[in-house]
């Protein structure tokens, strides 16, 4: 048996060596294919199998609350709630109570940083299943009141903070201007909850401290119980106390969900996306060598005649076209691997751009996935292949002059395949081609100021040390002092937040004497923010109607207000809104009236899609507000530069010990904004690209042996007064058929993935006009020239030479 399996690969080696261009257009077909798919898995693979650093993970769920009108609305639970729950219920096993991650200021080393850290009860690295990789997790003794202050450190910031080494255990950090002793290390890959980099111990104190709901709880299951049963029992106890507390819990149900599958559902839908994206190249790819096999196969019907005429069953012809197939592939296999390897490690490149996206790594599953797909190829390309090159008609296959190209149900196989892999790339081409529209759409807005020459910093003042916002407004004064002092500087302001970008969830309302909301009317003020008199000079916003802010007005603290046009327009039509009154809130808002005194032109926000166009903006004197979280913008004279050192300098030279968030430049932050749409239009982009050379390679190839397999025809055409370029039509034609019938197909396909896409287009439809008459125009013209190599070679049939031809 070994012998012959032997024998079969050894004739394989040598027909693939005696059809080298074959051999190429496939091997590189499968390699795009599985390279492809491969590099895609790596990236999706730790959500569709997340490795957790915890012990027996399904047992794992986490408690929080829930509306019952709206399930997926999170609310958190009292500390109170934890108790009653933890005493009372007979489902867990044990259970912890946790805070979710907030920004701590942590100083000392070379210069302060935030972290995220997470308050837990003492019991959550237990609960867990998570100990310590140096040092230990929190005690009992942690939790008291006259406990010492201690901190567990993250893997990734003991690295980046401490170098990795084991000497910080039991050194001191400062928190939030305490210190902290450093008791342990946690593994790598351990950041819960939510990205946290350190943690600390809730003490009685902080959990009284805390607003009435303020945790989520993580409990495992005992042995023997569901996650239905437990579920069932948790709304038992929350009904109880909702009866008994109806002022803090009224309409508050708990919600008992996998820890696994809560942590992972924020990203369930990419796996699907990708692969589904990258499954139609595998497809293509598979199409694309199962044809050059089919054609491939009809001009060896005579070699398999003269193997069944010496007695070989149809058995030992479907296992040595089999064994052909396997070596394809895994030669296929070989060269994937190594694209894989270069799409890995360009991802990995990419990824301090993608959110705390797991790198793309070598491991078991996603070569045992590289595998599968291989072995999948060789089932989907080389099985109908063999199996149709395995039925033979001694008599018709050993006449001499016999038909070369096939069965007409073949050649109809290989026209379907060629027509399906047109379709695919089609579909991935409008995919692109929209979101590419979308992108540039996006690119091209009209912002309303200009972003050249601005650089921007963002701190954010811990309450602990600025109690007051006249602290804030101090702090920030002395910093733009500094950054005014600076050559390059042309102009320094400060502001609560940048008008880009901005969390919807931070609007307000907003109330004018005289004027009615009408039903569904927006009254959203997505931007009220504190600026600083020179913010409008700093980012060349114009005024046009009435007045800036001045000095005078950050001194008095005073009413005034600046709105933008839109707003204007709203709610004072054709009327001057200078000298209006508008309150930020409702009616019964406590929140002053301020005095309109100057109309600017209408920002655009590009982060906010659909809402850039109805957006309402009011501008507040920096001295009527608190200053907590602060933006420094600086413009600087055309060609100058202002390093972010100098920024940071400015600040460390204020408050040694306060962190700085960020620092970028204008044209950054709107590069960052457009990530999503530049991921998006990148990936269907290179996938697009591929299945279209993948496509061209296909049609190339069929009209390549169909030229050979139809060389006595094409010479008898020629002997009876065909031209050269009726030849040249015949064979063009022929492929240009199979490429619109593709296109037909294609479209169809495409509206339906283009309509999926809607949700993240700017400005521009799903059935895009342009994308979709631009696309099979791009198509067909690949598909000419790949019929043109073939055409070309069918002219210069010499008609005596195909005549002779067998």
């Given at each position: 048996m070994m012998h012959t399996l032997l024998n079969d690969l050894r004739y394989a080696a040598r027909m693939l060596a005696k059809t080298p261009g074959f051999t190429a257009v496939a091997v590189a077909a499968l390699a795009l294919g599985i390279g492809s798919t491969t590099a895609v898995f790596s990236v999706v693979q730790?959500?569709?199998?997340?490795?957790?650093?915890?012990?027996?993970?399904?047992?794992?769920?986490?408690?929080?609350?829930?509306?019952?009108?709206?399930?997926?609305?999170?609310?958190?639970?009292?500390?109170?709630?934890?108790?009653?729950?933890?005493?009372?219920?007979?489902?867990?096993?044990?259970?912890?109570?946790?805070?979710?991650?907030?920004?701590?200021?942590?100083?000392?080393?070379?210069?302060?940083?935030?972290?995220?850290?997470?308050?837990?009860?003492?019991?959550?690295?237990?609960?867990?299943?998570?100990?310590?990789?140096?040092?230990?997790?929190?005690?009992?003794?942690?939790?008291?009141?006259?406990?010492?202050?201690?901190?567990?450190?993250?893997?990734?910031?003991?690295?980046?903070?401490?170098?990795?080494?084991?000497?910080?255990?039991?050194?001191?950090?400062?928190?939030?201007?305490?210190?902290?002793?450093?008791?342990?290390?946690?593994?790598?890959?351990?950041?819960?909850?939510?990205?946290?980099?350190?943690?600390?111990?809730?003490?009685?104190?902080?959990?009284?401290?805390?607003?009435?709901q303020n945790f989520a709880a993580i409990a495992r299951l005992r042995p023997g119980a569901g996650i239905e049963q437990a579920q069932c029992e948790m709304q038992v106890l929350a009904a109880q106390l909702a009866e008994a507390h109806p002022e803090t819990n009224a309409g508050t149900t708990v919600i008992t969900r996998s820890l696994v599958d809560w942590m992972t559902a924020d990203f369930a839908g990419l796996p699907v996306v990708l692969l589904g994206a990258v499954g139609f190249v595998l497809l293509i790819a598979c199409a694309n060598v199962a044809n050059l096999l089919l054609a491939r196969a009809a001009t060896r019907q005579r070699e398999m005649a003269v193997r069944v005429a010496m007695g070989a069953g149809r058995g030992q012809l479907v296992r040595l076209l089999l064994t052909e197939s396997l070596l394809l592939a895994a030669l296929g296999l070989s060269a994937g691997l190594l694209f894989a390897a270069w799409a890995m490690e360009a991802v990995r490149a990419s990824l301090p751009d993608l959110a705390r996206l797991p790198e793309p790594e070598w491991n078991t599953p996603v070569l045992a996935f590289a595998l599968g797909a291989t072995l999948l190829t060789v089932v989907l390309f080389g099985l109908a292949p063999a199996l149709a090159a395995s039925k033979v008609d001694l008599t018709q296959s050993l006449q001499e002059g016999a038909a070369r190209s096939g069965s007409r149900r073949s050649r109809r196989l290989r026209n379907a395949l060629v027509a399906g892999e047109v379709g695919l790339a089609v579909i991935l081409l409008a995919g692109a081609g929209v979101t590419l529209r979308s992108l540039v759409n996006f690119r091209s807005i009209e912002l309303g100021f200009n972003p050249e020459n601005v650089t921007s910093m963002w701190v954010n003042l811990p309450s602990y040390k600025y109690a007051h916002p006249s602290e804030e407004r101090a702090f920030a004064e002395s910093v733009m002092e500094r950054l005014r002092a600076f050559p390059a500087a042309e102009a320094v302001a400060a502001t609560t937040r940048i008008n880009l970008p901005a969390d919807r969830d931070t609007g307000q309302r907003i109330t004018v004497p005289g004027y009615t909301h009408a039903p569904g009317d927006e009254e959203i003020v997505h931007t009220a923010q504190a600026i600083t008199p020179d913010f409008f000079r700093v980012l060349q916003i114009p005024v046009l109607h009435g007045r800036g802010f001045t000095a005078a007005d950050q001194a008095s603290n005073g009413g005034a207000a600046i709105v933008n046009e839109r707003l204007a327009r709203k709610f004072w039509p054709e009327q001057d809104p200078l000298g209006r009154t508008l309150k930020l809130g409702g009616?019964?808002?406590?929140?002053?009236?301020?005095?309109?005194?100057?109309?600017?032109?209408?920002?655009?926000?590009?982060?906010?899609?659909?809402?850039?166009?109805?957006?309402?903006?009011?501008?507040?004197?920096?001295?009527?507000?608190?200053?907590?979280?602060?933006?420094?913008?600086?413009?600087?004279?055309?060609?100058?530069?202002?390093?972010?050192?100098?920024?940071?300098?400015?600040?460390?030279?204020?408050?040694?010990?306060?962190?700085?968030?960020?620092?970028?430049?204008?044209?950054?932050?709107?590069?960052?904004?457009?990530?999503?749409?530049?991921?998006?239009?990148?990936?269907?982009?290179?996938?697009?690209?591929?299945?279209?050379?993948?496509?061209?390679?296909?049609?190339?190839g069929l009209l390549a042996y169909v030229v050979v397999q139809r060389t006595q025809e094409i010479g008898v055409r020629m002997a009876l007064g065909a031209m050269p370029r009726d030849v040249l039509r015949l064979v063009v034609s022929s492929g240009l058929k199979l490429a619109l019938a593709g296109c037909v197909i294609g479209l169809a396909g495409a509206v339906a993935l283009t309509r999926l896409l809607e949700s993240v287009l700017y400005n521009v439809s799903g059935v895009d006009p342009l994308t979709f008459v631009l696309v099979p125009l791009v198509l067909l013209s690949v598909a000419l020239a790949a019929c043109l190599a073939p055409a070309r070679r069918a002219m210069r049939v010499d008609p005596m030479v195909a005549l002779r031809h067998e």
């Open positions: 730790p959500f569709l199998a997340p490795v957790v650093p915890f012990e027996r993970p399904p047992e794992l769920v986490i408690l929080y609350g829930s509306n019952p009108r709206d399930p997926f609305e999170m609310r958190w639970l009292s500390a109170a709630d934890f108790v009653t729950y933890r005493d009372q219920t007979k489902s867990f096993s044990s259970m912890a109570l946790l805070a979710w991650p907030q920004g701590m200021n942590l100083s000392g080393g070379d210069e302060p940083v935030i972290v995220r850290g997470a308050r837990v009860s003492v019991e959550l690295f237990g609960v867990l299943g998570t100990p310590a990789r140096i040092g230990r997790g929190f005690l009992p003794e942690d939790a008291r009141p006259d406990a010492p202050p201690v901190a567990v450190l993250s893997h990734r910031l003991w690295q980046e903070r401490f170098g990795g080494n084991r000497e910080a255990l039991g050194g001191a950090v400062k928190l939030n201007d305490r210190m902290y002793t450093i008791v342990g290390v946690m593994p790598q890959r351990m950041d819960f909850p939510g990205g946290a980099e350190l943690w600390v111990p809730i003490t009685p104190s902080a959990v009284h401290s805390a607003p009435q009616p019964q808002s406590e929140n002053p009236w301020l005095t309109v005194v100057g109309v600017v032109r209408d920002v655009v926000h590009p982060a906010w899609y659909e809402l850039s166009e109805e957006t309402l903006d009011v501008y507040l004197q920096a001295g009527s507000g608190s200053l907590r979280s602060i933006e420094f913008l600086v413009r600087v004279a055309p060609g100058a530069t202002l390093p972010g050192s100098a920024l940071r300098d400015a600040v460390w030279a204020v408050d040694r010990e306060q962190p700085i968030l960020r620092v970028s430049t204008m044209p950054e932050i709107i590069d960052r904004e457009s990530f999503g749409q530049r991921a998006i239009a990148s990936l269907l982009g290179t996938f697009a690209g591929t299945a279209l050379l993948l496509a061209a390679l296909g049609l190339y």
